[in-house]
């Protein structure tokens, strides 16, 4: 099954900001929303197409702002409701949508319905949260009242989050107090989310990325009540508001297609696909993650075939249409500049990000080669548990040179030694040959060609049978695109079949390190090609 999804989602590119981190307009040492503004025309310059706002909400920031108190009111260190409209009105002056953040599973602890809630267990809000019916009854996971309350809650991630009620999948004789997700307090929750949604479309958002959205019904086994939620939600938005999407925070492309979103992520937190290209290892540290090698690694002992098994089978089960969104990084994971991995062998991993047939997602900062900095104080809930610390991909966007000692209030996540030789946008802007530049031309070359964009075929040349280097095909029509690289230190050789051989006539749209003789390939370590064949 393929929902239906507009064009300029699925043609597009996303580009992620985290607005405490990305632009400070007035000074106050925090990133704020007409920072954002002030910035639409580099982005405009950049070639991103749809913007994506983690949450700029009340929130007291236990957890970095996704720990919200008020859903409809802007945080004051952001600026306000208008802010956002004035922000979508100048990105559509400059043909590019902007996407919300909706913390669909959790408020803050400081939301009014949770103070409410926790109040009395008859109040109007009493049943928006999953509550035990005594302080005595409290399953491992649940949190005692601090308020009136005689009874425990149930929380996501941290104690000053506690889930909302969307009910759960199963009832179970020994937790009685479980509801259904038909009950008064989740039906009350389903109705909040629209109109949550509702108010911010009105203020003219063009969608929003759901965070959590595989989890809000609880103990759903088969998925069943999860879709039903979603396809009820869905089904309204495009009563309402058909050009808007939803993009989920599901990490299950097939899953995220069944409950009716419009895309899905592979994300970090689920199967291998994106971390068997890009986790080397040395950023966020998680125990119970699948171990193996990356692709995009100077070592050279992991295999771009790992991500793309599991591609051909997710899209193959979504069917025709199907697509998937690609990120280079995100707030929850180490950026793609980590390590040992610089912003020199970041080039080839652009490449394919930006020439795979996914709807590719820029986290802000990797186009410029940001580094993951490791070991930084827990900033704003950025801990979760003793290894997985967020911090080190939420630093300051680098402006100009020495911007991390200014910018966006968080100065004090950069060591003193770190402070300096950081790569920015000022330094790289006038450099072609910069990292920042081939990231824009790749954008411009994916934009322009539709056999570069989501829905041209591809077909890989190299890489099954020796992993170095990748070579593949783009198609869309009589276009035809040959893609190589090479993401590791030593050089690497194929051949490729003399049918796919560029002639002499045909462009070389782009590329380093690369020499073709005959059918012969040759890359240097960290090289890569684009040619027209």
């Not at 197409?49 to 409809?72: E, H, K, R």
Request: hydrophobic letters at 35%; proline letters at 7%.
């Amino acid at each position: 099954m393929t929902v239906s999804r507009p064009s300029w989602l699925v043609d597009g590119v996303i580009y992620q900001i985290y607005p405490a981190s990305f632009a400070d307009a007035n000074g106050d040492g925090m990133g704020d929303l007409v920072g954002v503004i002030d910035h639409l025309d580099y982005l405009q310059w950049l070639g991103v197409t749809t913007l994506w706002i983690n949450p700029c909400f009340v929130s007291p920031f236990t957890d970095g702002g996704y720990d919200i108190a008020d859903y409809l009111r802007v945080d004051p260190r952001y600026g306000s409701a208008e802010d956002v409209s004035r922000l979508c009105e100048a990105a559509h002056e400059r043909g590019m949508r902007v996407l919300l953040d909706l913390v669909a599973g959790h408020t803050s602890d400081q939301h009014s319905w949770f103070v409410d809630s926790s109040g009395t267990a008859e109040g109007e809000h009493a049943d928006r949260y999953i509550w035990t019916p005594s302080r005595t009854i409290k399953p491992v996971g649940y949190e005692i009242s601090s308020g009136d309350r005689d009874g425990c809650f149930l929380p996501n991630f941290f104690a000053t989050q506690p889930a909302l009620n969307f009910g759960f999948g199963r009832a179970d004789p020994a937790e009685p107090w479980r509801q259904h997700p038909e009950d008064p307090g989740p039906t009350a929750n389903r109705a909040a989310l629209r109109q949550i949604m509702s108010y911010w479309l009105d203020r003219g958002a063009d969608g929003f990325r759901v965070d959590m959205a595989a989890s809000l019904v609880k103990d759903d086994a088969t998925g069943e009540h999860n879709r039903r939620l979603w396809w009820e939600t869905r089904a309204w938005l495009d009563r309402e508001y058909p050009d808007a999407v939803m993009v989920s925070e599901w990490g299950d492309p097939v899953a995220a297609d069944a409950a009716g979103f419009h895309l899905d992520f592979f994300l970090h937190f689920k199967g291998r696909a994106f971390r068997s290209l890009f986790d080397n290892g040395q950023g966020i540290q998680v125990p119970d993650w699948e171990p193996g090698p990356c692709y995009f690694d100077a070592a050279g002992t992991g295999s771009a075939m790992e991500f793309i098994d599991i591609w051909d089978s997710v899209t193959r089960e979504m069917g025709e249409g199907a697509t998937v969104c690609l990120p280079t990084s995100n707030h929850d994971f180490p950026r793609l500049a980590c390590g040992d991995r610089d912003a020199e062998q970041v080039r080839a991993a652009m490449v394919m990000v930006l020439t795979w047939p996914s709807v590719p997602a820029i986290y802000f900062g990797d186009e410029i080669g940001m580094r993951f900095i490791p070991d930084l104080p827990d900033h704003e809930g950025s801990r979760l548990g003793e290894h997985y610390n967020r911090a080190g991909s939420r630093t300051p966007m680098q402006w100009t040179a020495g911007a991390a000692e200014d910018a966006s209030g968080q100065s004090r996540y950069l060591p003193i030694d770190q402070k300096s030789d950081r790569p920015s946008v000022a330094a790289q802007r006038d450099d072609p040959d910069s990292l920042l530049n081939l990231v824009r031309d790749l954008i411009r070359l994916r934009t322009t060609h539709r056999a570069l964009g989501s829905d041209g075929a591809v077909e890989v040349v190299a890489g099954r049978d020796q992993p170095y280097p990748l070579v593949y095909l783009r198609s869309h029509g009589d276009t035809r695109f040959l893609v190589a690289m090479n993401p590791r230190r030593q050089p690497a050789e194929t051949t490729v079949p003399e049918s796919l051989t560029p002639k002499a006539s045909r462009r070389s749209w782009l590329g380093r390190g690369t020499t073709l003789d005959g059918n012969l390939l040759r890359l240097d370590g960290f090289g890569y090609g684009i040619w027209s064949v």
